[in-house]
């Protein structure tokens, strides 16, 4: 058994990021992530949003890294190649009471230190978003708010990571933590004994389970879930601009919001559910979420949804980020990292990563690359960058998700790439496929040819996202 | 930049018969492009038969229909390239496409027909709550994996929806050995067949569950069941009568979407009822030069339909690329009581009396019903039916004298009548 100076459990955006920061140093530094992919958990179903910093208490650790996070945004986006635009956002209020909301927002902001907050009135929001509500009386107007796609940060981040020496195992379940002469013992699943110097409990919505089995300072995660609307590109109209309504005490409440690649996304609400695995969407939910969006702008048409997802916030009852050594030697927690975790996510990640390394004497790696390359995405590209890229790859002028417009070339890259996409979720996160207003129905067939190609995978040993997620049951009669 | 004077979009039945008919016009310039690696489109997974009653006589399955359109393509010598994507096609009828060994290329039409065909709705799109496990197929997709790929989607099956390829796929997975459990119809009528009704599901004594749907899906990571309900006539889900019904796969057969997004790209104006473009009689959109035929115009139930059109489609291109363009007004076609479509929309107020065929679905079950054509009140076509259903697409052939009334008339309108009306 190898000593490891480092164990990071989870892969979601926080375990990947606190992975890539930590690859700037010299340390073995092993990930473990028990679902088939990175960002399976919170990571691949939130907003999105890139939040202004208006909404934390100030002092809370969710205010700080929300500010510090937010300010990262533009260099990390262009370092690491993932989605990201800074598109504003609005608060909108619809009467006195809620008017009183966004000054107290506006105050709490500044506290913050967010800059360019402005309240305007209800017309000059409309200007902004035409189809806004006529009810609208005001709204807090934040252009420092952005989006990001999540799924595709954490994949960048642990694409680095991973090209910076992280190793990485996936489909690897933490079954017990226990203390050891050197640091912490990690026993996986499948009996499997690991040990690190350091542990970085990352787990997301399971992080207590983690801590609760090996410290003495206790917390606990509850689970909220909330559902979604994904929209088709044709309705990408309705609003550039990310739109609240004023916060409640479960949250930031139900939002209309583009999504980098241009879908409109409708949601969430909030629910603290029992079971942390519970990802259905429920008749009740959707119809909630669908009604209070209407409330921010009336001509929303059901037919322009694709599909509907939920996700779940890992909300900790002390209501902020746990971040730091536990009472055990060696156990780190970054825990209850719900909204604006994907915001905080990379400041996190730099004090975590300064805290550990200053713990084991760690010395920076002189090599460290910081440029990541995404797979070219042949839909955004000009006219003149598809011609070259297609002579340059022929398979890049093989079509195979006819909604999103993804050839070959861009399926083959995913699945040769550090961390390669070995799943059609795993592929759907990383180019797309099947994202669409067809969700799949016609690319499926040649998706499981290719995989079962680069894979020398049986069809019936391809599954949708590992584990038992099996797509066929087997051959026809012959 | 090259250019064409008769670029075809898709090479399925639309685009074949379009192809064919264009070169019997007296047409030599012809380009079919094709997005899969062989022409025939959705046919070519369509193994059953049942093709070709109306145009050949005979019963033949979807390769084989589609081969008779294949070999006199080849015949003659038309152009296609397959494995060949269009990327785009512009309000002038510059068309963009990319493949792999031309990269990308740009082509200007003399005129274009538009017969990409049409998909299937997906799971999202009618927003069924619950979990999102493998499973969970259209009934295309599963059709596809049986008969071209050789694997079995799933051994317990329910399918949401009875529209046609939900219906065949209920017989082809029953002969590969899987139990289907039930068919779920929202409605209290199908949108499929009645043939298919009968050789599908009651030769093989499947149930068939008329105003149920499903309301939620079970099962983490494979299906492991479904819950329907019994609907109000408001299509509300009863909570009172939910039941479980435990399956691995779940087929989806909930209505095909005509693929719009290049007209929608070129500016061509689309019917929010047909999901295809706005025609007039010529089958022309309201972009001159661009034609539309086949389920990409509005979802047919027979293919042999989707030919006869697409090659009307194809010699109305031939003519606007020899000069004819009617410039004349267009009169907007009504559809009245119980007609929910009427295809084409528009009429040119010409002199052009050529025969026109309307086609048309009905919007609920008809029993004893006439439909008709009725020019300022007067009615000048009518066409009697036992029953009539939303499955079944209806057509009036309007002869030479009928088209000159309708030209001269200032109201038309499609209707149904009760017989003894």
Redesign the interface.
Known sequence: MIMQDIIIIGSGVIGSAVARELAKYQAKVLVLEKESDVACGATKANSGIVHAGYDPEPGSLKAKYNVLGNRMFDELSKELEFPFKRNGALVVAFDEDSEKVLERLLARGRTNGVEDLRIISGDEARRMVPGLSQEVTKALYAPTSGIASPYEMAVAFAENAAENGVKFRMLAEVAKLERSENGIKVYLADGEELEAKIVINCAGVFADELNNQISERKFTIVPRKGQYFLLDKVYAEYTSLTLFQTPTAMGKGVLITPATHGNIIVGPNAQDIEDKRDLSSTVEGLNEVWEKAKRTIPGLNKRAVITNFSGIRAHSLGDDFIIGFSDVPGFYNVAGIESPGLTAAPAIAVDVAKEVASALKLKPKADFKPYRKAIPHFAAMSEEEKAAIIKENPLYGKIVCRCEVVPEGEIREAIRRPLAARDLDGLKRRTRVGMGRCQGGFCLPRLMEILSEELNLDYTEITKFGRNSKVVVGRVKE | MTERRLVIIGGGPAGLSAALAAYEAGERDILILE?DEALGGILNQCIHNGFGLHIFKEELTGPEYAERFIREVADRGIEYKL?T?V?TISHDRVV?Y???????QKIRAGAIVLACGC??R????I?I??????GI??A??AQ???N????????EIVILGSGDIGLIMARRMTF??AKVKAVVELMPYSSGLNRNIVQCLQDYDIPLLFSHTV???KG???VEGVVIAEVDENLR?KPETAREISC?TLLLSVGLIP?N?LA?NAEVELSPVTGGAVVDENLMTSVPGIFAAGNVLHVHDLVDYVSEESAHAARSAVKYLQGADSKAEKEVLRTGKGVRYVVPQLLNRDENYEPITFRMRVDNVYRQVRLVLKVDGETVLAKKKQIMTPGEMESLEAASEIVRKLKAGKQIVFELEEENA
């Open positions: 997005r494995k994507m990327l963009t990319v493949n792999q060994t031309e990269g990308y998909r299937e997906p799971r999202g799109a927003n709550a619950g979990t999102r496990p493998a197929f259209t295309g997709t596809r994996l049986v071209i790929e050789g694997y079995l989607p799933g051994r590969e050995g309301i939620e899906i983490r990571e494979r889900p691995d693929e997004e929608r």
